[in-house]
Nanobody, 113 residues
């Protein structure tokens, strides 16, 4: 079955950190670029970051640049997102996506004091 499964979300205080994981199965993970997107309550999807298949090209949205780090381990079919210096406005559902449009079920990140 072709799927993406995210994990690692949770409730943290402002300034805290989380590490999200996305495990891929059913397709050749190492062939594809990947991205993270998020959806805040009541808002549309927001692109956060993407990474090429070989991790040689990485981009970030201005809203997370310098705080979030995307990475991947092609030997483990896993995509990561390290979230540091979290802000309340980072609250939302975080999804990983392939460049061919497959999206996981998401993992919730809540930042609150």
């Amino acid at each position: 079955e072709v799927q993406l499964v995210e994990s690692g979300g949770g409730l943290v205080k402002p300034g805290g950190s989380l590490r999200l994981s996305c495990v891929a199965s059913g397709f050749l993970f190492s062939y594809y670029g990947m991205k993270w997107v998020r959806q805040a309550p009541g808002k549309g999807l927001e692109w956060i970051s993407d990474i090429s298949s070989a991790a040689d090209t990485i981009r970030y949205a201005d809203s997370v640049k310098g705080r979030f780090t995307i990475s991947r381990d092609n030997t483990k079919n896993t995509l990561y997102l390290q979230l540091n210096s979290l802000k309340t406005e980072d609250t939302g559902m975080y999804y990983c996506e392939t460049t061919f449009g497959l999206r996981g079920q998401g993992t919730q990140v809540s930042v609150s004091s």
